[in-house]
């Protein structure tokens, strides 16, 4: 079947704009996972969602970023006022029960650039 | 929170040479450890993983080892290829997945 798939893949804006990233996880998967990865920088983890819900959301760096998955499929983050060093490649990734060990499959990312 | 550290940062290796890339991890807990390859622009792309109760798994051409002692795990490629050339993430999960910060590997043909 697809795989994950995220929307927009390029995003242009301006600083203390608002914007939303979108997210379509492999279907069936009832884990949904947000990475940001800056230039050189391997993934580094956002929020996790098992279900509907925010399972972990320790990774999100204030509170300009929150994520919702409101049917527990199709995710969107949302960033508010955004600053320059938000650009970066914001990746997402499924799997299928959320496990520790469970393989997690990603998107192509959306590339962010403030400017 | 779970730390990883990755080596080395850059890797050149003539084709049909062998790639050795180390990590090491910080939480004792941490029981899941995949890699992922990563092409230029692309998406990381799950290449081999090792769970806890393993100390060793092959992939043909791919290789890990765990040893959870030392806290440490390393990728093997044998036999390289040009299309080997790629970027390396490993990563540890026990509540969420940390990455290591990568190893750019050059296969020269």
């Known amino acids: 079947g697809a795989g994950v798939s995220q929307t927009p893949s390029n995003k242009v804006t301006e600083k203390g704009k608002y914007v939303e990233l979108r997210c379509d996880p492999i279907s069936g998967h009832t884990a949904l996972y947000w990475y940001r990865q800056s230039l050189g920088q391997g993934p580094e983890f956002l929020i996790y969602?098992?279900?509907?819900?925010?399972?972990?959301d320790s990774g999100l760096p204030n509170d300009r970023f929150f994520a919702v998955r409101p049917e527990g499929s199709v995710s969107t983050l949302k960033i508010q006022r955004t600053e320059r060093g938000d650009s970066a490649v914001y990746l997402c990734?499924?799997?299928?029960?959320?496990?520790?060990?469970?393989?997690?499959?990603f998107g192509p990312g959306t590339r962010l650039t403030v400017l | 929170g779970e730390n990883v550290e990755q080596h080395p940062s850059t890797l050149s290796v003539q084709e049909g040479d062998s790639a050795v890339i180390k990590c090491t991890y910080s939480d004792s807990a941490s029981n899941y450890f995949p890699w992922y390859k990563q092409e230029l622009g692309k998406r990381p792309q799950l290449i081999i993983d090792?769970?806890?109760?393993?100390g060793e798994k092959k992939d043909q051409r791919i290789a890990v080892t765990l040893n959870k002692t030392a806290k440490h795990f390393s990728l093997h490629i044998t036999e390289t290829q040009p299309e080997d050339s790629a970027v390396y993430f490993c990563?540890?999960?026990?509540?969420?997945?940390?990455f290591g910060a990568g190893t750019r590997l050059t296969v020269k043909p």
């Open positions: 969602f098992q279900g509907t819900g925010a399972a972990d």
């Open positions: 090792i769970r806890s109760n393993v």
């Open positions: 990563a540890a999960t026990y509540n969420d997945m940390r």
């Open positions: 990734a499924s799997s299928a029960n959320g496990g520790a060990t469970d393989t997690q499959y």
